[in-house]
Each structure stands twice: as structure tokens, then as C-alpha cells.
């Protein structure tokens, strides 16, 4: 069971006393700083907020509060730090209040939104309501709840870094899929596809901020069985938090996979669409391994496709197709009036149809 939501104790702070959370689940693992880092200090606190600004657009915040005030009802969330409080919910309301109230940080946040010029400046010395709590964990309910399973929710790479956080503090998958309102088979999805790219990146030293900036694109591949089972992916009831998701040996199909979908640096990706997710698992599903050899050897998607399809249901489809279309296309008018050109074709496809109805049937042998 869920423990208790930490009511915590209301307090009036100014932003001089709070900190930009450097383990905010919206920044990237790239982008967060650990502990040997100083993320407290003056100049790492600005790198945040700057980054903030750029990636969050925190302005429509900033505008609301430059004209309501900071409304009293939402106050932010915060732990002790030393001598100040790391806000854990509320990072983009500080940041606007930031850029509000120092002019060197407005100029850098001008930069991407020439609209913070316009904004009247605030007093620094403000005070803001901040709800203080003993431990962060203590309300994993009310953010869980908040920004994965409720109204304000994150991305889908924000949500299974934060999921990846509770169960690095030692909560098991099923006690999160508890604390954050999710089926435990969501939460195990996610936890494991957030751990295939950081053992991409970590383990076998592939580029996968592509998938990243798509988490959800990667989520929707991982719950096709056929990709999933070409890198060797485990099923949601078979994650195993206290080991990497894929076999060491899976380097090269996770490369693959991540190319066709992502692309690279150098080269676009496959597909270009996400409705194609099921074509892509239908191909590398395929027990003839036919669709995977077009795919490793350049060719598209349709061609894979080709390639594992029974030749009698491709000339099926094909003329289905164009049975389709002649019929959706063809003119009020009859005979004489077409294009000379357009019936020497039909008199060609007529004599071709005739062929094929009278041609002896070839078996073929398996």
C-alpha cells in the first residue's frame, strides 16, 4: 500500500532560498548534474534555469503571473537542501519567477523568446507560498498522479524517468504502478524501454537521443512483439529491474531497430510514419528471415513486405488494387470519347487478363 502523502508545512520563501531541481524528470539524463557537480552553485543554478527556458517555455508562465500576481493556490514543493529548499514540483513556475526578477537571465532567455522583453520586472525579494516536505518520496502519490496519470502530465521520457527514479529509491515496479495511478504492465513497459536506451548508450555506446526526444514513437515500437523479440526485449511481466532488459549479444538488432525507426546522423529513417510500427514487426516477425535480409540490404519497408508475402495474395492484392482504382476513376463517357492512348492500354490490360485466366496452372514446389 501507498504511503501517506506528506502534508508538509507552508512557508512564504523568496527565490533566493529555493533551487532548480537537478534530477527534474523533464531533463534528460544527459542534461541532469549529479551531486559532484555543485548543482547548487550560483553557475549551475543558471546553466539550469537556461535550459529551463529553452526546452520548457516556462514565458506563458511568466506572462500569467506579470498579470494575475502569482496565485497563492499553487504553491510550489520543496525539500531542505543545506541551507535551502530544491524545489520538486513547480521547476518552470521558479524558472519564469527567475527570469521575472534578474535582468542577466532575461537577456539569456530573450534569446529564445524575444518576448520576456515585454514582461514588467518583479521584485526580487518577493516571497512565493512553498509547501516544504520532509522527503521527496513522500509525495511520489501526488506527483505520480499529477504528471503521469493526471492533469498536468509530463512526456512520455519525463514520466519513465521519474518511474526509473522511484525504483532506484527502492520501490518495486508494482508498488510504483501504485504510487503513480498506472497498470503495473504500463509501468513495467515503460521502466524497461527507458533501461534499453541507457543500456544502448551505456552498454553498447550507441546514439539514442533520437529515441529519447520520441520516447513515446519507442514505447509504441517496444509494444510490437516482433520488434520487441528482434532485439530481444522481454515482455512487461518478465522485466527484471536488477538486470539490463536486452542479452548482451543484442548490440547489433538494437542498432538496427533504432535506425529504422530514429535514423542516424548520416542516414533517414525507414519509416516515416509511426502507423508503419506493425508493417516493421510484421517483416522481422516473418520465420523466413526473408523481410530482414531486404531490410539489411538497403531496401524499403514495401520491399520487405514483398518479400514475406505469398506470391498468390501479392497478384491477389495487386489486382484488387486495380480493380479498385480503374473502378474509382473511370469516366462518365464511354468507349470513343477516351484518350486513344488510354484505350489501346485498356484493349493491352483486356489481353493480359485473358492470358492469365487461360495459362495452366504451374505448381510450385515448396
Known sequence: MAPPIDQGRLEMLATGQLLLDWHNPR???EDQLGDEDEPDSTERQRALAVLMAKEYHPFRI???????????????????HGEKYRVIEGNRRLTALLGLQHDSLREEFTKENKGWRGLPTLDPDALFPVLIVEDARSIA????????????????????????????????????????????????????DHEILEQGSKMFRLETSRARQKFGVFNAAMGNRGIRDHI???????????HWPLPDDRKQELEEVLGWIFGSKTESPLLTDSRQLGALSRVLADSSGRGL??????????????????????????VDNAHS????????????????????????????VEEILTQPRIERSE
Do not use: C
Not at 163 to 188: F, H, M, Q, W, Y
Open 232 to 242: 530481444g526485449g522481454p515482455a512487461p511481466r518478465h522485466v527484471d529491474a536488477e
Open 325 to 352: 482504382q480503374i473502378r474509382a476513376t473511370r469516366p462518365p463517357q464511354a468507349g470513343a470519347d477516351l484518350p486513344q492512348p488510354t484505350v489501346e492500354l485498356l484493349l493491352a490490360l483486356r489481353d493480359l
Open 293 to 318: 535480409e531486404v531490410l539489411r540490404r538497403g531496401g524499403t519497408l514495401n520491399q520487405a513486405e514483398a518479400a514475406i508475402t505469398d506470391p498468390d495474395e501479392q497478384f491477389a492484392r495487386a
Open 62 to 80: 511568466a506572462e500569467s503571473i506579470s498579470r494575475h500576481q502569482y496565485f497563492l493556490s499553487e504553491p510550489m514543493i520543496a525539500v531542505r
Open 141 to 192: 502519490p501526488l506527483l505520480g498522479y499529477r504528471h503521469i496519470a493526471g492533469i498536468e502530465p509530463w512526456g512520455a521520457y519525463a514520466q519513465a524517468r521519474y518511474i526509473v527514479g522511484l525504483v532506484e529509491d527502492g520501490n518495486s515496479l508494482v508498488d510504483v504502478a501504485e504510487l503513480v495511478g498506472k497498470t503495473p504492465t504500463a509501468v513495467r513497459s515503460m521502466y524497461r
Open 27 to 29: 531533463l534528460r539524463s
